[in-house]
C-alpha cells in the first residue's frame, strides 16, 4: 500500500553515466515533484509536473529530463552524471498545485557518482 | 522569490523538556507554512501545517505559531522524548513552490 514509490533505493555509478530513477504514486494526485537533497540536508525543489505538464523547472541543468507517462508516474533521468549530482532524490506527490497541500515524499533514492 | 530561514541548525534537550524551532520568511504572499520530520535514513513526513488565517495550532504535543506581521513561525514541541530527535524542515508557499528552510537537527538526550 506504499503511496509514493521510488526505484532504485541505491544507486552508484560511474562519472559520465546516464542513469534514471522511477517515481509512482497510487494516491490520485495530479501534482508530482522531484526534490535533491543534498549531504548537508537542504531539500530543494528541481520539478513539478500538473496532470502531466511540466509546471516548474527550477533551473536545474538539462542533463536532467523528467519525463511523466501518465499522472501517476514521474520518472527522472539524468545524463552525463557528475560528482556533484551525488545526493538524495526524493519523488512527491500532492494534489493539484503545490498551495497549500501537504506534499507526500517518496523514501529516497540515494545517488552517488564515483 | 521566497527566502526561508530556519533556527537553530542543531538543538540538543533533555527528554521532557520543550524545544523551538523559529523560521522567518519573505514573501507577503505566502500564506501556507508546514513543518516536516525527517527520521534518519527516511523520507520527510508532515507533522503539522498552518494556514495564514489562523495564529495557532496544536496537535497533542505539538504546536506551531503565526505571526504574519513579523514573518515568522515557530515548532513548539513539549514534553519531548527520544523519538521526536530527527531533523525538522519548516517551508512556505503561497506563489511560490514550497520553498524549505535549510533543516534544525533536533536531539533528544534521555
Known amino acids: 500500500d506504499t503511496a509514493v514509490s521510488q526505484t532504485p533505493k541505491y544507486l552508484v555509478t560511474q562519472m559520465g553515466n546516464d542513469k534514471s530513477i522511477k517515481c509512482e504514486q497510487n494516491?490520485?494526485?495530479?501534482?508530482m515533484y522531484w526534490y535533491k537533497q543534498d549531504s548537508k540536508k537542504f531539500l530543494k525543489i528541481m520539478f513539478s509536473?500538473?496532470?502531466?505538464?511540466?509546471?516548474i523547472n527550477e533551473t536545474v541543468p538539462n542533463r536532467f529530463s523528467p519525463k511523466s507517462p501518465d499522472k501517476a508516474h514521474l520518472n527522472l533521468h539524468i545524463n552525463s552524471l557528475e560528482l556533484g549530482d551525488s545526493a538524495v532524490y526524493f519523488c512527491?506527490?500532492?494534489?493539484?498545485?503545490?498551495?497549500?497541500?501537504?506534499?507526500?515524499f517518496g523514501p529516497g533514492t540515494r545517488l552517488t557518482v564515483l | 522569490g521566497e527566502n526561508v530561514e530556519q533556527h537553530p541548525s542543531t538543538l540538543s534537550v533533555q527528554e521532557g523538556d520543550s524545544a523551538v524551532i523559529k523560521c522567518t520568511y519573505s514573501?507577503?504572499?505566502?500564506?501556507?507554512f508546514p513543518w516536516y520530520k525527517q527520521e534518519l535514513g527516511k523520507r520527510p513526513q508532515l507533522i503539522i501545517d498552518?494556514?495564514?488565517?489562523?495564529g495557532e495550532k496544536k496537535d497533542q504535543r505539538i504546536a506551531v505559531t503565526l505571526n504574519k506581521t513579523a514573518k515568522h513561525f515557530s515548532l513548539h514541541i513539549t514534553e519531548t522524548q527520544p523519538e521526536d530527535s530527527a531533523v525538522y524542515f519548516c517551508?512556505?508557499?503561497?506563489?511560490?513552490?514550497?520553498?524549505f528552510g535549510k533543516g534544525t537537527r533536533l536531539s533528544v538526550i534521555a
Open positions: 514573501d507577503s504572499a505566502s500564506n501556507y
Open positions: 512527491a506527490s500532492s494534489r493539484p498545485g503545490w498551495r497549500g497541500n501537504e506534499q507526500f
Open positions: 517551508a512556505s508557499t503561497g506563489n511560490t513552490p514550497l520553498v
Open positions: 509536473y500538473n496532470n502531466k505538464e511540466l509546471i
Open positions: 494516491l490520485g494526485h495530479d501534482t
Open positions: 498552518i494556514r495564514s488565517n489562523v
